[in-house]
């Protein structure tokens, strides 16, 4: 171990270097300026102690370095190597889990359970996330959503001086009231066992070690493992597992799948491609499919229940067509809706046309143009002979009685010469 850096041994360091220290050892030179320093005050002794811990400084530098952040180097390295590992072991199982499916000619009763979290806040540094809602969707492709579990929580408190950042991020998404006065399973515990309980259910492995597989969002991965790891943390259970994978890659593995299933050219097919269709959330307004809160509140875009179920139809949107599976609504579709809105009758769009509002769809305009028919532009209707349809031929000429030369008419005054004027129009004016 290298001698501990301070400004004593500095002070003997520089001493060594003058005619009275030159030539003793190290033990001598310490001992004679143990007296010397014992008689020096702070002032004194500064440069000696701060030129010690720029020493130490530079040393520890030189051994470890850090990022700016001040966590070291090695440790943010290998966090990002085990981030990568972590990432490829998950594409493999994905694709694992979809090759199995194929390879037993069942790919459409494959069965992928999708879950989402809404979160009050979050810690800076571990990533854990205090829950809000929690939902889960069984999902295969020939049955669509098989079933959904959804719950409110209410995880009692929020992290402390949080309470700002939370009112914000529940303002613009979720709009859940805050701890103390959220709603819905207060007993962190028991909500945990019911949740690992339905997952259990979904599972299609007979093995009970096996861990628990759950698709999300990438944009959601953080939150969903963040919420999991505060559930578990409150809970007796142990030894169960939950994975979180990424949905958009399966949905991307799944197409492809299936595409080559149903005989179909998946060249075309790549993450970015289906990512793109996948964020195209075309179901995202649909009401119908939101827990009651966010029903009630106009905030089903952000609900999880809806947020799951819309991956459901997303997927079947995509591939019961490849697989010839009749969409059922509720199940590949947003359920049919009864209208909120009340359509014009016929007999109101009758009594407009025969009003004084003439002007778009009078019953001669309408008349007119189911007898439409299309002029060639391009065909040119004027007689060559004529001489009126080619004023430069002559036809400049004034006629008795008529209009003066064409000269004058050049004084950029309104009346038009015949050369502006459409022929046919022309004819039949002359
Ligand atoms: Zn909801």
Same mark, same amino acid.
């Given at each position: 171990m290298?001698p501990?850096k301070?400004?004593?041994m500095?002070?003997?360091?520089?001493?060594?270097n003058?005619a009275?220290?030159?030539?003793?050892?190290?033990?001598?030179?310490v001992?004679?300026?143990?007296g010397?320093?014992s008689?020096?005050? *702070?002032? +004194?002794?500064?440069p000696?102690n #701060?030129? @010690?811990?720029?020493a130490?400084? *530079?040393? $520890?530098g030189?051994?470890? $370095?850090?990022t700016? !952040?001040? +966590?070291l180097?090695? !440790?943010?390295?290998? +966090?990002?190597?085990e981030a990568v590992?972590?990432?490829?072991?998950?594409?493999?199982?994905?694709?694992?889990?979809?090759m199995?499916?194929?390879?037993q000619?069942?790919?459409?009763?494959? /069965?992928?359970?999708f879950?989402?979290?809404?979160?009050?806040? /979050?810690t800076?540094k571990?990533g854990i996330y205090t829950?809000?809602?929690f @939902?889960?969707c069984?999902?295969s492709?020939?049955?669509?959503?098989i079933?959904?579990?959804?719950?409110?929580?209410? &995880?009692?408190?929020?992290?402390?001086? +949080?309470?700002?950042d @939370?009112?914000?991020h529940?303002?613009s998404?979720?709009?859940?009231p805050? &701890?103390p006065?959220? %709603?819905?399973?207060?007993d962190m515990?028991?909500?945990?066992?019911?949740?690992?309980?339905?997952?259990?259910g979904?599972?299609?492995?007979d093995?009970?070690?096996?861990? %628990?597989?759950?698709?999300t969002?990438t944009?959601?991965m953080?939150?969903?493992?963040?919420c999991f $790891?505060y559930?578990? #943390?409150d809970?007796?259970i142990e030894? !169960?597992?939950?994975?979180?994978?990424?949905?958009?890659?399966?949905?991307?593995?799944?197409?492809?799948?299936?595409?080559e299933?149903?005989?179909l050219k998946?060249t075309g097919?790549?993450?970015s491609?289906?990512?793109?269709?996948?964020i195209n959330?075309?179901?995202?307004?649909?009401?119908?499919?939101?827990?009651?809160?966010h029903?009630?509140?106009?905030?089903?875009?952000?609900?999880?229940?809806?947020?799951?179920?819309r991956?459901a139809f997303?997927?079947?949107?995509?591939m019961?067509?490849?697989?010839?599976?009749?969409?059922?609504?509720?199940?590949? %579709?947003p359920? /049919?809706e009864?209208?909120?809105?009340?359509?014009?009758?016929?007999?109101?769009?009758?009594?407009?046309?025969?009003s004084?509002?003439? #002007?778009c769809? #009078? &019953?001669e305009?309408?008349?007119?143009?189911?007898?439409y028919?299309?002029?060639?532009s391009?065909?040119?209707?004027?007689c060559?002979?004529?001489?009126?349809?080619?004023p430069?031929l002559?036809?400049?000429?004034p006629?008795?009685?008529?209009r003066p030369p064409?000269?004058?008419?050049f $004084?950029a005054?309104?009346q /038009?010469?015949?050369?502006n004027?459409p022929?046919?129009?022309r004819s @039949?004016?002359?």
């Amino acid at each position: 171990m290298p001698p501990k850096k301070n400004g004593f041994m500095a002070f003997v360091q520089d001493w060594r270097n003058t005619a009275e220290g030159r030539g003793l050892t190290l033990p001598q030179a310490v001992a004679r300026c143990g007296g010397i320093w014992s008689n020096m005050n *702070a002032q +004194q002794r500064g440069p000696y102690n #701060s030129r @010690a811990k720029d020493a130490e400084i *530079a040393e $520890r530098g030189a051994r470890e $370095r850090m990022t700016s !952040t001040g +966590q070291l180097v090695s !440790t943010v390295e290998s +966090q990002q190597r085990e981030a990568v590992q972590q990432n490829t072991q998950m594409k493999c199982n994905i694709e694992r889990i979809v090759m199995k499916g194929k390879a037993q000619y069942d790919l459409e009763n494959s /069965k992928f359970v999708f879950a989402a979290f809404n979160y009050f806040d /979050k810690t800076k540094k571990d990533g854990i996330y205090t829950p809000a809602e929690f @939902a889960a969707c069984l999902f295969s492709i020939k049955s669509g959503k098989i079933s959904v579990y959804s719950s409110l929580i209410n &995880p009692g408190q929020i992290m402390f001086g +949080q309470s700002n950042d @939370a009112k914000l991020h529940a303002d613009s998404t979720h709009y859940l009231p805050l &701890p103390p006065k959220a %709603l819905g399973e207060t007993d962190m515990g028991k909500l945990y066992i019911n949740i690992v309980q339905y997952l259990r259910g979904c599972q299609v492995s007979d093995n009970p070690n096996d861990p %628990l597989i759950v698709f999300t969002s990438t944009e959601l991965m953080p939150v969903v493992k963040g919420c999991f $790891r505060y559930l578990a #943390s409150d809970s007796d259970i142990e030894d !169960t597992e939950i994975l979180v994978y990424d949905i958009q890659y399966l949905f991307y593995i799944l197409k492809k799948e299936v595409m080559e299933i149903a005989d179909l050219k998946s060249t075309g097919i790549n993450k970015s491609v289906t990512d793109a269709v996948f964020i195209n959330d075309y179901y995202e307004y649909n009401s119908g499919i939101s827990c009651q809160y966010h029903e009630d509140n106009d905030r089903c875009r952000y609900c999880a229940h809806s947020l799951v179920s819309r991956w459901a139809f997303i997927f079947s949107d995509y591939m019961c067509g490849d697989l010839a599976i009749k969409p059922i609504p509720g199940k590949h %579709l947003p359920p /049919k809706e009864e209208r909120k809105f009340q359509v014009i009758s016929d007999q109101r769009e009758a009594d407009i046309t025969s009003s004084s509002f003439v #002007s778009c769809e #009078s &019953p001669e305009r309408l008349e007119n143009k189911n007898k439409y028919s299309p002029t060639d532009s391009t065909a040119f209707a004027a007689c060559i002979n004529k001489e009126d349809d080619f004023p430069t031929l002559g036809g400049r000429k004034p006629k008795p009685n008529q209009r003066p030369p064409l000269s004058n008419n050049f $004084r950029a005054t309104s009346q /038009k010469s015949d050369w502006n004027i459409p022929s046919t129009r022309r004819s @039949a004016k002359d």
